[in-house]
């Protein structure tokens, strides 16, 4: 067993992971080369995290130090083990700042692409609680609001500007190497990716071929990541 | 007179200088300690940039080297002044993320809060200019796109979110200094400024307090900037 438990979002199925925030964790310790449990957690699981003082995860337990929230967890990261490759060598602000806009603009777009895909990857239980605390998030049905995906694909394209511009610079946000504002917009790709076929990105974007390297990155942690997805 | 002639956006009063990207390069210029002539340039004086191959400023003439464009003009400055502070201490990838949600989400808020305040600035010929390009770009009278703008502000400040957070984390985007972008950020905030007397900003908001700091930098170039605003 290892010293360090990730309590981490899943669906029905144990193994398909899909949280944005938990992705993000597990891309920052796998950059600190460190090890881990990922103990799968689900929505309704509120008592497992009563622990933690709050009921979301992802929640990091690493020796005696209980964190919570993606960014603390990779603050605490950055600060625990000074030693492995920073998360943050672009300084800690511009990465807050990417991972606030995948948290807003780029979470909402993706949201409407695959919110209903999400539920069918969810045990009775939790599409339960997921689709009424959704619903009075996005104010309808959620097979209403991922309908019509297709027509909401350019403007959701023309809303990867930064992320497009950004990386005609440089192979990653961090430059030469992957760092926390890849993880962090990485994270976000993956949750669609998890429970979903619809690919939102069109091949000949350098959005695709970026996502494509992070797919690769830590053995192809993502890229063997299994999914909830009709054949 | 200079070795460096900056072409810079002006209205009527050719002391008011109003272009987010010139504004851009001129804290770009500073940022590195370099002097330069900051020549007023009027949107309907075509002629007078056709040497640059192209219609827009900024243009930087930089002894021999003519270079368009607030990007292209960093990049630029990076690269033949590296003794001088960098402007890319957390790589260009980031800045560039940066500048790219400031020319979209930022810059797309703050027109149609102060577009026909510019219009206001300009003398005869560029107001018939700038009526006839921006009126076709937002589908709208000018005075009716700026139009219930206070009503536009709860959005308009939920859309910072990501400058917000990063700002909580250090005192500049660059850190513990400013770089380019916080600059990039800058140079749309002033061209709010240069021409309306509407502050989209809270005084509580962390936004407010980093737009205060800048506005000091450089002998406070922003600060002392003249405005075009009705008193």
Redesign the interface.
Known sequence: MSERVLYDLCGADPDVRFSPYCWRAKLALAHKGLSYEARPWRFTEREALAFSGQGRVPVLVDGGRTVADSFAIALHLEEAYPDAPSLF?????????????A???LNAGLARMVVADILAALGPEDAAYFRETREARFGGRLEEIQAGREERLDAFRASL??????????P????ERPAY?DYAVAGSFQWAHAVSAFDPLSPDDVVHGWRARMHELFDGLLDRAPRAVAA
Chains 1, 2 share one sequence.
């Open positions: 060598p672009g300084g800690v602000a511009l990465a807050r700042f990417v991972a606030t806009w948290d807003t603009v500007a930064p992320l497009r511009t950004a990386l005609g610079e440089a990653f946000l961090g430059g504002a």
